[in-house]
């Protein structure tokens, strides 16, 4: 992974873009293309590239998040209306449509009946300046749910869309927190690209999550490097 600073309105080089001849280049967060062939900056960031997926995209801190298509999103039901959910991904942004039957295996017996403030994990299908964000729980290509769907109980815990996406990056985002806890106690996961995290343990227990979030938030808030991560964990995991 290859970074370098930029601000608004910079081009890109070519030197800092993905060069993969066989997936088409992906653009993230904080960047616009200009045809036929330029890249410009949208916000000051560090360029960060992730050449296994071709993708890249600007890592800044604060700002709202701006949906983007693929990206994966913990979503709250709104309500029903029609054929579609009104679900939330951000306070601040407009309600983004989920169809009923954008789950694996659904029909109109079998969709999950959800409910408001129920809780979702999605990809957001499409984004358009003149039409609602669209999310679906499936993958429509293979038809499978890939982990995509309802969340049921656990925790709901907020963080940065900056950590939240250097927590989805695993190591190469410089964080171990994730597997330092999970190297002692078990849960399940679901990070989403709009700065929620969903934590849930076996048999409802409510100490692993609280302990998970909190040490999430922790390395968030402080920025802490690796050595840091790993000693936040193991001081929190003291009180359970």
Known sequence: MDSSIVLPGDTLP???LPTSANKPLKLGPGLRHLPPSTIKATAAGTVTKDTKKNAVWIEY???RYIPQPNDLVIATIARSAGEYYNCTITPHAPP??????????ASKKTRPQLHSNDLIYARVLSTSKHADVELECFNTNTGKGEGLGPLKGGCVWDVSCQFARRLMMGKRGGLVVLNELSEKVAFEVAVGRNGRVWVSAAGGDVKVPIVVG????ECDE???????????????????
Do not use: S, W
Not at 214 to 217: D, E, S, T
Not at 222 to 240: S, T
């Open 14 to 16: 070519k030197e800092l």
């Open 61 to 63: 801190n604060g700002g």
């Open 96 to 105: 983004a449509l989920l169809h009923q039957l954008a789950f694996e295996g």
């Open 214 to 217: 909190r040490a999430l938030q």
């Open 222 to 240: 402080k920025n802490l490097d690796e050595k840091a991560q790993r000693e936040c964990v193991r001081r929190l995991l003291k009180g359970i």
